[in-house]
T-cell receptor, first 113, second 112 residues
Framework: KAGVTQTPRYLIKTRGQQVTLSCSPISGHRSVSWYQQTPGQGLQFLFEYFSETQRNKGNFPGRFSGRQFSNSRSEMNVSTLELGDSALYLC????????????FGQGTRLTVV | GESVGLHLPTLSVQEGDNSIINCAYSNSASDYFIWYKQESGKGPQFIIDIRSNMDKRQGQRVTVLLNKTVKHLSLQIAATQPGDSAVYFCAEIKAAGNKLTFGGGTRVLVKP
């Protein structure tokens, strides 16, 4: 069974631009969560989607948004990029809400210059 | 490889020795705890979990202990191997939903 796939693996963007990251969960998994990982702040929860609806949201500004499609694939978007948005963005998939065990992708390394 | 954290606490352990990684959690309402291992350039990988109605759970070479009185979680790795070198995170989940709240992480370095 294929794992969680995130694309692209690496991305370089300029301040002010926007970016879209993609996540394909494990087949059959319907919950997708997004996390930001930085050396200073560690792993922080961004949001969770289940059945195309956002179910949970972390403490990030409105520039960070996401969506989930009917096939459970998810995208997250960051608009008006800032230098501080440089991070590893991780996607995790779970079987269902409250399923607990989450499987992570390898992440997308975003660098904002 | 990518640096997960520049100022993580580090545990240096001799190959073959046992490792103990500690974690303090914050929310007494959390009902599910997970340990993850993250190697350089990879996403976190599930190691073992424990529900709040348990105080100990064993896996292959790993044991998780939960002390709800002091809100403390530990991961014990038996006979530590070079492949165990990684950053280890504890995470907690409250009921409903899959939002993981992660601890800061501990870097484990296994010396040959």
């Amino acid at each position: 069974k294929a794992g969680v796939t995130q694309t692209p693996r690496y991305l370089i963007k300029t301040r002010g631009q926007q970016v879209t990251l993609s996540c394909s969960p494990i087949s059959g998994h319907r919950s997708v969560s997004w996390y930001q990982q930085t050396p200073g702040q560690g792993l922080q929860f961004l949001f969770e989607y289940f059945s195309e609806t956002q179910r949970n949201k972390g403490n990030f500004p409105g520039r960070f948004s996401g969506r989930q499609f009917s096939n459970s694939r998810s995208e997250m978007n960051v608009s008006t990029l800032e230098l501080g948005d440089s991070a590893l963005y991780l996607c995790a998939s779970s079987l269902a809400l409250g399923a607990g065990e989450a499987f992570f992708g390898q992440g997308t390394r975003l660098t904002v210059v | 490889g990518e640096s997960v954290g520049l100022h993580l606490p580090t545990l240096s352990v001799q190959e073959g020795d046992n490792s103990i990684i500690n974690c303090a959690y914050s929310n007494s309402a959390s009902d599910y705890f997970i340990w993850y291992k993250q190697e350089s350039g990879k996403g976190p990988q599930f190691i073992i979990d424990i529900r709040s109605n348990m105080d100990k759970r064993q896996g292959q070479r790993v044991t998780v202990l939960l002390n709800k009185t002091v809100k403390h979680l530990s991961l014990q790795i038996a006979a530590t191997q070079p492949g165990d070198s990684a950053v280890y995170f504890c995470a907690e989940i409250k009921a409903a939903g899959n939002k993981l709240t992660f601890g800061g992480g501990t870097r484990v370095l296994v010396k040959p």
